[in-house]
C-alpha cells in the first residue's frame, strides 16, 4: 500500500503562484510512474503534468511555461510549482501514483486550488 497526501492548496490571486506538495508513504519514484491530474466542477479529470521513473515529464498544454512538476527522492515528495495561475486553472488537484508494469494506482485525497480576485 502507498499513501499519497496533498497539501499546499488554496486561494490565490491571478497571477499569482502555489506549490503543491504529495508526500508519498515511502519510496516509491523509481518504480511509479506520477502525476497531477486537476478536476473541476462539471467536467473530466485530466492530466495535467507528469514525471517519470526517469524524470522524463510532461504537461498538457494549457500549463505548459507555467507549471514545473518535480521530485525530491529523499523525502518522497512530489511537487507542483503553478506559477501566472488563472481563474482557470481552479480545480480540486489530484497526486497519482501509478505502478510500472503493473495495472494498478493510488490516488490522493485532492488538495482545492481557487484562482480568483
Known amino acids: 500500500q502507498v499513501q499519497l497526501v496533498e497539501s499546499g492548496g488554496g486561494l490565490v490571486q491571478p497571477g499569482g503562484s502555489l506549490r503543491l506538495s504529495c508526500a508519498a508513504s515511502r519510496s516509491i519514484f523509481s518504480i511509479y510512474n506520477m502525476g497531477w491530474y486537476r478536476q473541476a466542477p462539471g467536467k473530466q479529470r485530466e492530466l495535467v503534468a507528469g514525471?517519470?521513473?526517469?524524470?522524463?515529464?510532461n504537461y498538457v498544454d494549457s500549463v505548459k511555461g507555467r507549471f514545473t512538476i518535480s521530485r525530491d527522492i529523499a523525502k518522497n515528495t512530489m511537487y507542483l510549482q503553478m506559477n501566472s495561475l488563472k481563474p482557470e486553472d481552479t480545480a480540486v488537484y489530484y497526486c497519482?501514483?501509478?505502478?510500472?508494469?503493473?495495472?494498478?494506482?493510488?490516488w490522493g485525497q485532492g488538495t482545492q486550488v481557487t484562482v480568483s480576485s
Open positions: 497519482n501514483a501509478r505502478r510500472v508494469l503493473l495495472n494498478f494506482e493510488y
Open positions: 514525471i517519470s521513473t526517469v524524470a522524463s515529464t
